[in-house]
């Protein structure tokens, strides 16, 4: 009689976690030779390993090796000016390096969520690019199970190599553009869409214009929130100027929230910069066609460092320089001037 043998369940990097007792991150580290792990953490988890007969799946094995000749680029959403330049700076990138890209779009925590349990990238690229991309902690810990290399633009996470701007800086400086004009009474109009989780600009950015209006004692900081789109500003402008101690000037997190702030000042028959100062961030050119000030931050070279170090990784080099800060640089135009007295 034959006898048929049931092959033994796949070991995965979860399975050698939950043997030593540590998180999957820390398996990640160690297995990667990465720094922040203590020798006796390692060889616990090395141990762990050896003891579950744990290797690196031939999938994998072959994505790290460039199997595919592809890099899949993941983006919160298209739709929006910062996202679709990084991108198109990546690929050029990419492409110039005679690979392939792959483009993921994971917008809210539904399809992050399915992305991030499916790992679609695991068995279809040699290297991840996540573009500002917010994750909460189950999708990073998740995000150690591709197997491949991953690169962060426009943010940081964990300790992946990654390309950023210092988002603080950048709105420490819009907001000191604005009080050395002369503006008391000014505010800060975010978008967010990210549903539990959070883009560290956002925050970034937020806490850098909270510290300078705490600074100069300019009292609380006044801040609306509206749901990302196109209409976000015009909306967020609508509250701001509902109030009854209305702002001077208004430090918006971007620059397509300061178009459409823009807008919904003219609606009124306010003039910008006599009525309402306006003062966004990006360095997106439609800000020159609205003679908007803005704090460029390099969008396509922050793209363009990180599809670089995405070549070198996937060539086999080891990077020194693990994490890039861009120059960020105040663009000053019409949209922003003294107050009226």
């Not at 007969?53 to 899949?72: C, E, F, Q």
């Not at 997106?284 to 070198?312: C, K």
Request: one cysteine or more.
């Amino acid at each position: 009689m034959t006898t048929t043998r049931t092959p033994p369940p796949e070991v995965n990097m979860e399975d050698v976690a939950r043997r030593a007792g540590v998180s999957i991150a820390t398996v990640s580290r160690a297995l990667r030779g990465v720094a922040g792990v203590s020798p006796r953490t390692r060889d616990k988890v090395l141990a762990a390993a050896d003891e579950l007969s744990y290797v690196v799946s031939p999938a994998a094995s072959s994505l790290s090796g460039g199997a595919t000749g592809r890099v899949a680029v993941v983006v919160p959403q298209l739709d929006s000016w910062f996202s679709s330049t990084m991108m198109a700076a990546i690929e050029s990138t990419v492409r110039g390096g005679e690979r392939d890209v792959l483009l993921f779009q994971v917008e809210g925590r539904e399809q992050r969520s399915r992305f991030f349990r499916e790992l679609p990238t695991r068995r279809k690229a040699d290297a991840v690019v996540l573009v500002s991309l917010p994750l909460e902690a189950e999708e990073e810990q998740r995000l150690e199970l591709i197997g491949v290399h991953v690169v962060v633009a426009g943010s940081r996470l964990r300790d992946y190599p990654h390309v950023e701007v210092d988002d603080v800086a950048i709105a420490r400086c819009a907001v000191e553009h604005l009080v050395a004009l002369g503006h008391t009474r000014i505010a800060m109009i975010r978008t967010s869409d990210t549903e539990g989780a959070h883009w560290t600009s956002d925050l970034h950015r937020g806490q850098g214009y909270a510290e300078v209006m705490a600074a100069h004692g300019l009292g609380e900081p006044f801040v609306v929130t509206e749901a990302y789109g196109v209409h976000a500003g015009a909306r967020g402008m609508a509250r701001l100027l509902d109030d009854p101690e209305p702002p001077t000037a208004v430090f918006c997190y971007s620059d397509d929230i300061a178009v459409s702030a823009y807008r919904e000042l003219v609606r009124r028959g306010l003039r910008v910069p006599e009525d309402v100062s306006l003062i966004g961030v990006d360095g997106n050119p439609l800000a020159e066609v609205f003679d908007l000030t803005t704090v460029d931050q390099q969008a396509a070279e922050q793209a363009r460092i990180a599809g670089e170090m995405t070549l070198r990784l996937l060539a086999g080099e080891t990077l020194e320089d693990t994490a890039r800060l861009v120059d960020f640089r105040l663009v000053e135009r019409g949209s922003t001037a003294p107050p009226r007295r």
